[in-house]
């Protein structure tokens, strides 16, 4: 176990931030291509791509049943850990639901590190949260618990997965659902085992991959040491980014179906542990850590938050799905959004 103290002990973010002028917008989507990449996305559209989708949709429902099978007669957010008969079923779900994203195209090319042990880190930290793929980094650690917003647990199919790794779930129209998450996530990473590990987003919303966003307290409130984990996705073609200002999810997927091979390289970087300091000081622990993955990653970070995207999606009112998109780069050869003038 290390203690990663050569980042700052007080300031704002590290050396690692740039001025804020400096940082590209993270809730910009943008996609330019060439006429070969057009001849690819059209010739997939027609050939292999609906196969890649047929087969995700296939293993998907198949995860679905023992993912199912694994929480039923269970509330949606349990008191106790699944029993062992549960976990095994969880344990199938997690294959077929790997297979899936081998389905569709996802290729791994890079695991770094060491995932911690439970006795090292309960608690698992991943930045840039920047795609609907992101999850993958979940399975390939078994279906660690996440702490992830209501909203997934009812997506038809996918919501069960998301109940099976006994994750916890933020209501964002419950104003006291963040209290319950923190108190929730101290719970286990004070459990010394009893629950798996969590995997927490602590940017709490997806960027564009091009800065790291402020990372909110929940996982530095109960002061124990994390694991921090960086994802990219070295492509060419950025298919994998899904913003609430850009194209729909269902316009992205179509993207990503229609795409040979996409790209994730994951990271699993040494254990952070905190200072006594960092312990009776969350915000300082937070700071500390988002430094150094900005270290690790080579971007910069930036101060906009949620209530800064949805500003922004509410002056643009993005409406472009898988026609409109598709529309948008065959016939202009790229897609922006949101367009310039929705920024003030």
């Not at 590190?113 to 609907?132: F, I, M």
């Amino acid at each position: 176990m290390n203690n990663n103290h050569s980042v700052k002990t007080s300031g704002p973010n590290g050396a690692a931030k740039a001025k804020e002028d400096d940082v590209p917008d993270p809730f910009i989507y943008r996609l330019h291509t060439t006429r070969l990449d057009r001849l690819i996305l059209v010739v997939m559209a027609f050939t292999l791509g609906p196969i890649k989708a047929l087969l995700t949709v296939v293993f998907l429902a198949l995860a679905w049943i023992p993912a199912r099978l694994s929480v039923i007669g269970l509330p949606l957010q349990p008191d106790e850990p699944l029993s062992k008969w549960r976990v095994a079923l969880k344990d199938v779900a997690v294959f077929l639901a790997i297979c899936a994203s081998h389905a569709g195209g996802l290729m791994v090319r890079k695991i770094k590190g060491r995932r911690a042990r439970d006795d090292e880190a309960t608690l698992l930290v991943l930045a840039p949260h920047a795609s609907y793929l992101d999850p993958v980094v979940g399975l390939l650690c078994g279906l660690p618990g996440a702490v992830s917003v209501l909203d997934n647990a009812y997506i038809p199919g996918i919501g069960a997965i998301f109940r099976a790794c006994q994750s916890i779930f933020l209501d964002r129209n419950d104003p006291q659902s963040r209290i319950k998450t923190a108190d929730a996530i101290r719970r286990r990473a004070e459990s010394k085992g009893a629950w798996p590990q969590v995997l927490i987003y602590p940017e709490g919303m997806i960027g564009n991959q091009t800065c790291i966003l402020p990372f909110r307290l929940g996982a530095f409130q109960p002061g124990v040491p994390i694991q921090p984990v960086t994802v990219k996705y070295p492509n060419r073609l950025d298919v994998t980014t899904w913003l609430d200002s850009g194209p729909s999810l269902l316009a992205m997927i179509s993207l990503w179906m229609c795409t040979p091979v996409t790209r994730m390289e994951v990271e699993f970087h040494p254990v952070y542990s905190p200072s006594d300091e960092e312990k009776t000081n969350p915000e300082l622990f937070a700071q500390n850590v988002r430094s150094l993955m900005t270290q690790y990653l080579n971007i910069p970070t930036t101060e906009l938050s949620y209530r800064d995207m949805s500003a922004l999606v509410k002056r643009s009112k993005p409406k472009v799905g898988v026609v409109k998109l598709w529309k948008s780069i065959l016939t202009k050869g790229y897609i922006e959004m949101p367009d310039k003038e929705h920024f003030s």
